[in-house]
């Protein structure tokens, strides 16, 4: 039994996120799952639902899809941007366009259930700011996705200053002032899972198990992942430049120890040509070391680089309708 409780404006509305990238397959499957959530939500509690879908630039009938989704369901709102931006830029889009109530961010592969909306709404109107999907289970994928996912979770709870909870995606359930903050930050490197984190507010985790793709395939290749983890702990975290400096400080230490030995056993026995090999170890060492540091640096060099160019984080090609919640 639910207590009732009493809808606040903040609480009245409920938008789904959905950003879509070559999804035409699956957004014909998902959509009536969203509204049977959204249905039962309003059932459950009387606070109105509607969906904005974000076409990031997709190059198959995705648009199509959508518009005649869109003609049949007047809670449709839609968003296509100039091209492909990535999700997290996708997914920023939809939220800056949202003032009003709660969001539910979801993939468009049916992997986040909508199924999961209503028991998300019951902790936001507990008072929860970020209602987010724990995976306890991840069905139809790979092994190596899984172990890779394991570790980077593992590491990146280690490095980052903000808390990234383990196997939480992008499914989640935000307050109105959550989305209000999340919108203020506009860097443009966006790890999503750690701006999320850094808004702070109240936080709950809801466990679900991860079913397979309903239809197409993953957009997300090895290297897309591994460019995301590089985003993700550059982005909140300095841990890096930290163990350039250490691996800088003990190379170094060794390298007077070393120096000392030469010094010592030249003036003990003389010194005929020889420490070749050792030399040529130390050198490379030296170097490789050097060369590991830099990088590092480069890669945060790199970051304010694209920082301060200052660019908008994406351009929108066409809106349905055209402004969703007025701003003022
Ligand atoms: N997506 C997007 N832009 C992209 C890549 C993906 O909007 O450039 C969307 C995609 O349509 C889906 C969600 O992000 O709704 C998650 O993508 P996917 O299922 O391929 O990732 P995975 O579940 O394999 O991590
Ligand atoms: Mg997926």
């Not at 997300?220 to 163990?243: C, E, K, M, Q």
């Amino acid at each position: 039994m639910t207590a009732p409780v009493a809808i606040d404006d903040a609480h009245s509305l409920l938008t789904v996120l959905v950003a879509a990238y070559n999804e035409a397959d699956a957004l014909p499957l998902l959509h009536p799952e969203i509204v049977a959530a959204l249905a039962e939500v309003h059932a459950l509690y009387g606070i109105a639902g509607r969906v904005l879908y974000v076409d990031d630039g997709s190059r198959d009938g995705t648009w199509n899809v959508l518009q005649e989704i869109q003609a049949s369901d007047p809670s449709v709102a839609l968003l296509r941007l100039s091209r492909n931006f990535g999700k997290e830029i996708a997914m920023t889009a939809g939220l800056d366009q949202i003032t009003r109530g709660g969001v539910v961010i979801l993939d468009a592969d049916g992997q986040d259930p909508p199924s999961l909306i209503p028991s998300f709404v019951a902790k936001w109107l507990e008072g929860y700011d970020d209602v987010f999907g724990t995976r306890v289970e991840r069905d139809g994928e790979i092994w190596l996705k899984k172990a890779s996912a394991n570790a980077f979770y593992r590491i990146i709870g280690r490095l980052a200053d903000t808390p990234i909870p383990a196997d939480t995606g992008d499914f989640r359930l935000l307050s109105e002032r959550a989305v209000g903050a999340l919108t203020q930050l506009r860097e443009r490197n966006r790890f999503m899972k750690g701006l999320f984190g850094w808004v702070g507010y109240q936080r709950v985790s809801v466990p679900y198990s991860r079913v397979p793709r309903s239809a197409g395939s993953s957009k997300f290749n090895f290297g897309g992942l591994w460019n995301l983890a590089v985003d993700g702990i550059t982005s909140f975290s300095i841990a890096p430049l930290r163990i350039a400096t250490y691996t800088g400080i003990f190379a170094s230490l060794f390298a007077f120890l070393g120096m000392a030995v030469v010094i010592i056993r030249a003036l003990l026995h003389g010194d005929p040509v020889a420490g070749w090999p050792s030399m040529m170890v130390v050198i490379l060492f030296i170097g490789g070391v050097q060369l590991l540091a830099l990088g590092v640096i480069g890669e945060y060099v790199g970051r304010m680089y694209n920082e301060s160019k200052q660019r908008p984080l994406y351009l929108v090609e066409q809106q349905q309708p055209a402004a969703l919640d007025a701003k003022n």
